[in-house]
């Protein structure tokens, strides 16, 4: 064989090793999001592990209390509109970071990955008639391209085998972001910014990523209540620990 022959011959080689490489490394393992090693998981074993979980709190609004507490003092003396919350996370650190990339970034893999993990949580609990994530108006929708409480939900319902109904609530009204606004403001922005035919379900979860104040899930839960609904309660990502 001359040697342009065995030269051919290796770099024909070189190339289908490289090709054979390439088309490997999705199943070898990915990138995880928060350290960057190499992982089989969106989010390595040890990553996963220092996520802030929420273990103790408020049974209804998941405000975090004492080990012991089951109520918190804002919702002894004015009870939400929703019956109960529940928060797989504190809205702090890494977390906070993933959901901000899932939100502005458009990274939906995250939504999977967290709604997966809520869904693990939640195998033991009373599962409702069916889940609605908490809706965007259609400007926004468009502007963002997808919703981020639908990313979260869809796992959830597949994992739970529980139907998603965004069609029981809509938002009717364009409003500024919750972030932008002081806490005493955000009950008027979303005040009757919601709408809901008749629902043919009497009970339901919402879905959402995070909750600060309680003002949009209580505007939703109004909504809902208003069209037949009996019980209402949310199932969040994370809930920033302040109102």
Known sequence: MTGQAVGCQLMSRWKLNKWSRFVQMPRLGQVCALCGTL??????????????????????????????????????????????????????????????????????????????????????????????????????????????????????????????????????????PQFELPADQRRKNVAEAFACPPVPYHRVVVIDDVMTTTATANAVAKALKNAGVEQVTLWLCARAQHK
Not at 43 to 50: P, Y
Not at 75 to 87: E, G, I, L, T, Y
Not at 92 to 105: F, N, Q, T
Request: include cysteine; glycine fraction near 6%; charged fraction near 20%.
């Open 39 to 176: 992982n089989t998981d969106l989010v390595c074993g040890d990553c996963a592990a220092e996520l802030p979980l929420l273990e103790h709190a408020c049974q209804q609004c998941a405000i975090q209390l004492p080990v012991g507490g089951v109520l918190c003092g804002s919702c002894q003396k004015k009870p939400p509109v929703f019956d109960r919350a529940w928060s797989l996370y504190h809205y702090e650190g890494a977390l906070s970071h993933l959901v901000h990339r899932l939100k502005y970034r458009r990274e939906l893999q995250i939504g999977h990955w967290l709604g997966a993990r809520m869904a693990e949580s939640l195998v033991h609990a009373d599962l409702p008639d069916v889940i609605i994530p908490v809706p965007l108006h259609r400007k926004r929708l468009q502007q963002r391209g997808f919703n981020q409480a639908m990313e979260l939900a869809r796992p959830v319902a597949s994992r739970l085998g529980i139907s998603v109904q965004p069609w029981c609530c809509k938002r009717t009204k364009h409003t500024a």
